[in-house]
């Protein structure tokens, strides 16, 4: 903000005509059947060293409640990761708390007796093995570590599933990049934006 260079003119005027462009841009949001259980869906992502200034990773989550966007944020993670496994143990633990405290706020909603399903959606196989099972990620980041060991606790406990799912259905992969011109559309529809 103090020394704006011709490039980050450039970049705040294509954010403003992204804006106007898509100013009449909304959620959809559905009803759900009576007879549906709550379901609740994390979709968790992390850009690995993205941030070439400082080699901060970016994380992005977003959160669905029958289908439908309830929450999301972009991020840019406050230490440094040294591998992108790290950078997404990182952003799943947050994700992770997020969905936990939505499962809190609609158990007091709907009441103890309302079935729910919690699920967290990574599209990173290492992540989710080190998470399944008990095979050992070697960091010497402690931050890191007790992240692991806690994502692994709340999966055993049955407190959350986990599930991997393609890059390209990753709802979360648009909060941590900016996407070529050909995906905006899907990352839109992802994300329940018509």
Excluded at 54 to 73: E, P, T
Excluded at 102 to 121: A, D, M
Excluded at 127 to 142: G, V
Excluded at 163 to 181: H, I, Q, R, S, Y
Aim: with cysteine.
């Amino acid at each position: 903000m103090d020394n704006p260079s011709l490039e980050h003119v450039s970049a705040a005027n294509n954010a403003i005509a992204y804006m106007n462009c898509t100013d009449r841009m909304h959620l959809l949001f559905t009803s759900p059947q009576t007879a549906v259980p709550v379901s609740l869906i994390a979709n968790s992502d992390a850009a690995y060293g993205d941030d070439l200034d400082s080699r901060h990773s970016s994380q992005g989550r977003a959160i669905f409640l029958f289908n439908c966007l309830i929450d999301w944020k972009s991020s840019k993670q406050p230490t440094i990761a040294t591998s992108s496994t790290e950078a997404e143990l990182y952003g799943a633990s947050e994700a992770t708390k997020d969905l936990l405290s939505w499962k809190q706020l609609l158990t007091e909603v709907y009441g103890p007796s309302q079935p729910f399903t919690t699920t967290l959606q990574l599209d990173n196989t290492q992540t989710i093995r080190i998470i399944k099972s008990d095979s050992d990620m070697q960091t010497k980041l402690r931050h890191i570590d007790i992240r692991k060991h806690w994502l692994r606790q709340v999966y055993k406990d049955g407190k959350i599933s986990i599930v991997w799912v393609p890059t390209k259905e990753m709802a979360a992969d648009a909060l941590t990049k900016a996407l070529p011109v050909g995906k905006i559309q899907k990352a839109r529809e992802l994300l329940c934006l018509r």
